[in-house]
């Protein structure tokens, strides 16, 4: 098995972007391509594009660059998005809906199997080929599924209470889309998704440009 390198945080979410451009590359007939390349794209400076793709342990070759098939793999890997993970969704409202219907996951290994939600209305369909199950069946068809990775798309209030069940049903590794800080267990990972923090820099950036235009 490849060993990696220890990644910083900002470093793991520049990767996909960098996996992004290359396979971009790759469709148009590239076999190599410079960290100065991918560096002027993502508007970013080539020194931390090099330094971010050394975790992966592929070294570039001078005024060649890296070799494109090599360096998908080798970021796949890194990401572990060459390997199968089995998910489930619990909140099937508008969010939860949105995120079982959205192909880039399967593309990188994440798959979901189920959702739950506690809507008499929805409990027995399907939405995007998801089956969509009561949430009083969460422990017996997480063992069914074997997925240990659950999507929260909860209303707030319920967050932690719907934590705690998923962590008591065998829940592993926990994305949280809801604007909640949920306690866990040490050995639980949890990656938060606050929405309305992209949002507030999104609003601050265009605030920024209409002020700068309007001078």
């Known amino acids: 098995m490849r060993e990696f390198k220890p990644a910083s945080l900002p470093t793991?979410?520049?990767?996909?972007?960098?996996?992004?451009?290359?396979?971009?590359?790759?469709?148009?007939?590239?076999?190599?391509?410079?960290g100065t390349v991918i560096a002027d794209e993502l508007e970013l400076e080539p020194i931390q594009v090099r330094k971010d793709l050394a975790v992966t342990g592929i070294i570039g070759k001078p005024r060649i660059g890296f070799p494109v098939d090599e360096l998908i793999d080798a970021i796949n890997?890194?990401?572990?998005?060459?390997?199968?993970?089995?998910?489930?969704?619990v909140g099937a409202g508008h969010l939860g809906s949105a995120l079982m219907g959205y192909a880039e996951f399967p593309r990188h290994g994440l798959y979901i199997v189920a959702a739950f939600d506690a809507d008499?209305?929805?409990?027995?369909?399907?939405?995007?080929?998801?089956?969509?199950?009561?949430i009083q069946e969460?422990?017996?068809?997480?063992n069914d599924t074997g997925a240990r990775l659950a999507v929260l798309a909860v209303p707030s209030p319920f967050a932690?209470?719907?934590?705690?069940?998923?962590?008591e049903s065998g829940i592993t590794a926990?994305?949280?889309?809801?604007?909640?800080?949920?306690?866990?267990?040490?050995d639980v990972v949890v990656q938060k998704e606050d929405l309305s923090s992209?949002?507030?820099?999104?609003?601050?950036?265009?605030?920024?440009?209409?002020?700068?235009?309007?001078r």
């Open 77 to 89: 890997t890194f990401l572990d998005w060459n390997t199968r993970h089995a998910a489930i969704i």
């Open 138 to 142: 969460l422990t017996p068809k997480l």
């Open 12 to 34: 793991i979410k520049r990767l996909p972007s960098y996996l992004h451009v290359i396979e971009n590359a790759r469709e148009e007939g590239k076999t190599y391509i410079s």
């Open 174 to 186: 926990i994305w949280n889309f809801t604007n909640v800080k949920i306690k866990v267990p040490a």
């Open 160 to 167: 932690q209470e719907v934590a705690d069940h998923l962590v």
């Open 120 to 134: 008499p209305a929805k409990i027995g369909g399907t939405i995007n080929g998801v089956p969509i199950y009561s």
């Open 198 to 214: 992209g949002y507030a820099v999104l609003s601050v950036k265009l605030r920024t440009m209409e002020t700068a235009a309007a």
